[in-house]
């Protein structure tokens, strides 16, 4: 088995994922670490391979590479190599919250928790319905008070989907429930809707020496005006979200 820092420094990334296999759990850790390790924006079109290979790794019989393979997965989300739109984004959630389960029936709740805290950063994956299509995708979009995420503008609906290691959400409002769109400074979006649907990532609660894993939820969120910071050209997207509000048939 070649050197895995040498196939680290030549970003070789077919290598690293031949190395998952490895019979020696220290060389699927080290492996795995690896190809978190080189992740930076040259190399996000070379690790879309490796994405089916860490979800496997998931499942690897060593805690400490599972715990490894969430840590990497996490960060792909970081640089986008997963996103909500990412049909892996489903399938990466679904693994990580299995290996969760089976981590706390193990008496070191460590792996537990770290597993916890990446299932978090993975986005709540957002699948388009029938004769549902994307009409804009904004990145880095600021819900205020919150962290920065991705605000994506639907002919149904319009979504904000923030993943961060404190915890994954979306917020999505039907059009046909937008009552007004309203430009505020120069990069601010204020929309008002009757109603709104959360939708939340499963979490790891903690009581005392009592650990449970706690399902996701989705919530019918009180109406409130939503503020959006950081938007390029505010006016240009009030202005297609109302169009596609009067375009949107009612009842969706």
């Known amino acids: 088995m070649e050197n895995i820092k040498e196939l680290r420094k030549r970003l070789d990334v077919d290598g690293l994922i031949k190395a998952l296999s490895y019979s020696d759990w220290h060389v699927r850790r080290d492996a795995t670490s690896a190809l978190e390790k080189i992740v930076d924006r040259k190399t996000v079109s070379l690790l879309t391979k490796a994405v089916e290979p860490l979800i496997k790794t998931l499942k690897d019989e060593k805690t400490e590479v599972r715990s490894a393979a969430a840590s990497a997965l996490s960060t792909f989300v970081i640089y986008g190599i997963i996103d909500a739109l990412d049909e892996k984004a489903k399938e990466v959630g679904e693994a990580l919250e299995e290996a969760l389960r089976e981590a ?12 916890a805290v990446n299932l978090a950063s993975i986005p709540v994956p957002v699948t388009l319905e029938r004769e549902e299509r994307l009409v804009r995708r904004i990145e880095h979009a600021e819900f205020e008070g919150f962290h920065s995420g991705l605000l994506l503008l639907t002919n149904r609906r319009l979504i904000y989907n923030e993943a961060h290691f404190s915890g994954s959400f979306s917020y999505e409002l039907p059009l046909d429930d937008i009552a007004s769109c309203e430009v505020k400074g120069k990069e601010k979006l204020v929309v008002v809707s009757r109603h709104a649907v959360v939708k939340q990532r499963p979490q790891l609660v903690t009581e005392g020496d009592i650990w449970r894993y706690e399902e996701a939820r989705i919530l019918e969120a009180e109406p409130e005006p939503l503020r959006f910071k950081g938007i390029k050209q505010p006016e240009t997207l009030r202005s297609e979200i109302m169009e596609q509000v009067e375009l949107c048939p009612s009842g969706y």
């Open 104 to 115: 706390l029936k193990d008496a070191d709740k460590n792996i537990a928790w770290s597993l």
